[in-house]
């Protein structure tokens, strides 16, 4: 499985100044090159290649990797999206591969610069050891807030997927961002307190709409968006790991139109657009993949209104956001581990027989029939 593993460099200050300039001048060589492509209708690497190489080279002063590197930058660009001209940021990925950047045991690295090479130091994090021969294809040296980090894409290996004889369910949501058949809850009141503190915050800085504002305002955005992804990995850490210990599969909900779908106050509502439920998806994904978990996706429509134990489906059973009552059978319980139960019997039951966990392949189901699809799972994924 690939994966895209942030490692953090730490230059001196005069080998940050000489990262910069490399990198400013060889986005606005992808500028030129981009300029020349969207006027000549012209997007092939091989063909831009021919055409500016030299004129790169001497125009700029880039390296012969660095000008073959920009060049590839601007193609692989065109390759998503051809109605308009592609412009890059100064301070945009320098794209590198193992002739402008290489490393130098485990915590140094050897970066082309315009000046010449810089030995700079590196930090790799700590749920991670690269090992060199797993590296795969170019890697991008980027700016973040005045920091340098390293995206690397590696081949980690991957479990023996297993065969379950059990499935955890796991319901979406705002009040619980999480929730499984087993009854664990990831409560959202933290993240709720988090995003009433950063829109409190954002409100006071757009209505003075000075320079230091808008600055301020970008700093916290940063803020925010590493506070989800650290809950998002915490909470898909927790799930996969209780499947593993276990030996169950994992069944999720099938995401589309969560937004429209969720019954909750108007407040509870605009938390919705502001979690990454996608991402906490895609983690939960990469790290059951990882670990040999298989994933099923099934459709959720009804789960938080059908009993887990009769499978009777009403809007009445669903008394409040937090509490579920069975009109027909009384089953009662908190309303998102009835919904999460729900999940995990239609992938049970839901899946072509050849792909039901084995104690469930002669099965039947009480509720309303639903489709259930087997997880397929993306070949890249990132982690920073």
């Given at each position: 499985m690939?994966i ?21 001048r060889?986005?606005t ?13 012209t ?163 757009q ?62 509502r ?61 089953h ?8 999460a ?41 990132s982690?920073?």
């Amino acid at each position: 499985m690939l994966i895209t593993v942030r490692i953090k460099v730490c230059p001196t200050g005069d080998q940050a100044r000489s990262i910069i300039a490399t990198m400013e001048r060889f986005n606005t060589a992808c500028d030129a090159i981009s300029e020349t492509a969207w006027l000549n209708r012209t997007f092939g690497k091989y063909t831009l290649q021919t055409i500016l190489y030299r004129d790169i080279r001497s125009d700029f002063g880039l390296s012969a990797q660095m000008a073959v590197r920009a060049i590839a930058k601007v193609a692989e660009s065109y390759l998503a999206d051809r109605s308009v001209q592609h412009t890059f940021e100064p301070d945009g990925a320098l794209v590198c591969d193992q002739r402008l950047l290489s490393f130098k045991g485990s915590d140094r690295v050897s970066i082309l610069t315009l000046d010449g090479r810089i030995v700079a130091p590196i930090i790799v994090p700590d749920y991670r050891d690269i090992d060199r021969a797993k590296i795969k294809g170019q890697m991008d040296l980027v700016s973040v807030r005045s920091e340098f980090y390293l995206m690397v894409v590696v081949d980690v290996p991957e479990e023996p997927m297993i065969e379950p004889d059990e499935v955890i369910g796991v319901d979406m949501g705002i009040v619980n961002l999480a929730a499984t058949s087993d009854g664990e809850t990831f409560s959202g009141d933290r993240c709720t307190t988090v995003r009433k503190k950063f829109a409190a915050i954002k409100a006071k800085l757009q209505r003075a709409a000075t320079w230091d504002a808008k600055k301020h305002l970008k700093r916290l955005s940063g803020r925010e968006r590493r506070f989800k992804r650290d809950m998002n990995h915490i909470i898909s850490k927790k799930i996969v790991g209780t499947a593993k210990d276990t030996a169950r599969g994992i069944a999720l909900e099938i995401l589309n139109g969560i937004g429209a779908r969720i019954s909750v106050t108007k407040a509870q509502r605009l938390a919705i657009g502001k979690w990454a439920f996608f991402e906490l998806g895609t983690f939960i994904r990469y790290k059951a993949q990882e670990a040999g978990i298989p994933i099923y996706f099934v459709d959720p429509a009804y789960t938080s209104q059908q009993c887990s134990v009769c499978g009777y489906t009403s809007t009445d059973n669903r008394k409040s956001q937090a509490e579920f009552l069975c009109v027909q059978c009384g089953h009662h319980e908190n309303a998102d581990s009835n919904a999460a139960k729900n999940i995990a019997g239609r992938a049970d039951v839901n899946q072509p027989i050849a792909l039901r966990p084995p104690s469930k392949r002669c099965g039947s189901w009480k509720g309303k029939p639903t489709t259930g699809v087997m997880g397929i799972m993306p070949t890249t994924f990132s982690r920073g």
